[in-house]
């Protein structure tokens, strides 16, 4: 069985969490696009952990956790990672296993990243700057390194020499900034190398055998649907597929396989980096959800940007992703407000519109039209059934439920595995 866990905003939805949970009761967690601009956070213990490439699952002794095809790997971020999660005593040896067929993220790719959303400007994106955008350009360019390259240093070296070419001469020339050494980097790579190789394998057969086995697989989505690059708002958004069917070409899984597609959604909304984000708050409020929520980027630290629930996107992430059912995350972060708006539709222009835009102009343009409910003004910390939920933050759920036009599976109220109640 194949479950995909996408989010359905801006990303930052509590996807961490809200695997970490499912993971459970799954073989395999298997992420299927990104790299590490991701910023997934678990908490166990009261201990944080924060992933950027490595699935969350790891933290289960038990489970298989997979880097497919679609993702971007940077070597030096992986092993870094990998060596944290030793230092803490956990265990990757034969149930960590990365992609042949994925692409590297070299040191060029991150420099250029940086340097290409400095030169934009006031149209900068706001990228993370790990490397992201650039490594799948080279990707969609035929110009990308393989894992599988990676892995014969001839060929490795051969590549890299062509691509360094090209790159020198774009840092030197044109953005007048330092070059790469091949002797170096090919250097710094021999020991990722000999670190990196007793993890990969070919994943999509792995998976496709794992499930002929009748094995459970989780499907990790990182960032969100609106990150997507056909369906979010382009061009603020990532380079990756985010959005469910992602998950068949990032990990090499027939269609026909995918069992079911959980969204998750904060109770509000928040985002990093530029773009129009309609239920924005612009005052003072703004700073307030931000502190309840500890809303600052878990890769970046950047502070997000927070606004309404937009039901708008919601619906629309419900038909892009064709979701089963949504996880609701951070309903406790609203348990101090006396009242709570949702968004159910924009006037653009004094025009009303019920569906997401894809026009940026449009959306851009966008003013949210809000429905007001009452809050609940209380903690929610402690509940295990929804049937104990505050009336006020069911009808809040049920209205969510009704404008998003999906069934709501999971809630969270809280940043432990047992502050969780499944419906
Ligand atoms: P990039 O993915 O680094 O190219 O950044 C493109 C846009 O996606 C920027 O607005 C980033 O802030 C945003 N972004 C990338 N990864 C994440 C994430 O994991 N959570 C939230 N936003 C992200």
Not at 85 to 113: C, M, Q, W
Not at 237 to 257: E, Y
Not at 302 to 311: E, K, Y
Request: charged content about 25%.
């Amino acid at each position: 069985m194949v479950t995909v866990v996408v989010g359905t905003q801006w990303g930052d939805e509590g996807k961490g969490k809200v695997i970490d949970y499912l993971a459970k009761g799954c073989d395999i967690v298997a992420r299927y696009q990104g790299g590490a601009n991701a910023g997934h956070t678990v908490i166990t213990n009261n201990k944080k952990h924060i992933f950027h490439l490595i699935p969350s699952g790891i933290l289960y002794p038990d489970k298989i956790c997979i880097l497919g095809n679609g993702v971007v790997i940077d070597p030096a971020a992986l092993l870094c990672e990998i060596s944290n999660l030793e230092k803490e005593g956990v265990k990757l040896s034969k149930r960590f296993f990365i992609s042949e067929n994925a692409h590297l993220t070299l040191p060029y790719h991150k420099l250029l990243d940086q340097i290409e959303d400095k030169k934009r400007g006031r149209r900068k994106l706001g990228t993370t700057g790990r490397g992201i955008g650039t490594s799948y350009t080279d990707k969609y360019a035929r110009l990308g390194i393989r894992v599988v390259d990676f892995l014969n240093e001839k060929v490795f070296r051969e590549k890299l020499k062509i691509s360094l070419k090209l790159k020198n001469y774009l840092l030197k020339k044109y953005y007048e900034e330092k070059v790469y050494n091949l002797e170096k980097i090919s250097r710094e790579y021999q020991t990722y190398r000999k670190k990196i190789k007793g993890y990969v394998i070919d994943t999509s057969l792995y998976l496709n055998q794992a499930l002929r086995k009748k094995k459970n697989i989780l499907a990790e989505g990182a960032q969100g649907t609106f990150l997507d690059i056909d369906f979010g708002t382009y061009p603020y958004v990532t380079a990756s597929n985010p959005i469910a069917g992602g998950a068949c070409t990032g990990l090499g899984i027939g269609p026909t396989k995918i069992d079911r597609v959980i969204g998750v959604a904060k109770a509000y909304t928040t985002r990093v980096g530029r773009g129009p984000f309609p239920t924005e708050f612009k005052d003072e409020f703004g700073e307030k959800l931000r502190k309840l929520g500890n809303e600052f980027g878990a890769t970046t630290g950047r502070p997000r940007r927070c606004g309404w629930f937009d039901a708008v996107l919601v619906k629309q992430a419900g038909i892009v992703n064709g979701l089963n059912s949504l996880a609701i995350t951070k309903l406790d972060v609203l348990n101090s407000l006396g009242k709570i708006k949702i968004a159910v539709g924009y006037r653009y222009r004094g025009r009303k519109i019920g569906q997401f835009p894809n026009s940026f102009e449009v959306f851009s343009h966008c003013e949210p039209i809000y429905e007001e409910l009452p809050g609940w003004k209380r903690e929610l910390s402690g509940i295990k059934k929804y049937g104990d939920l505050p009336k006020e933050s069911k009808n809040y759920l049920k209205r969510i439920e009704e404008l998003t036009q999906v069934k709501i599976s999971l809630i969270s109220i809280g940043p432990g595995r047992e502050d969780t109640i499944l419906l």
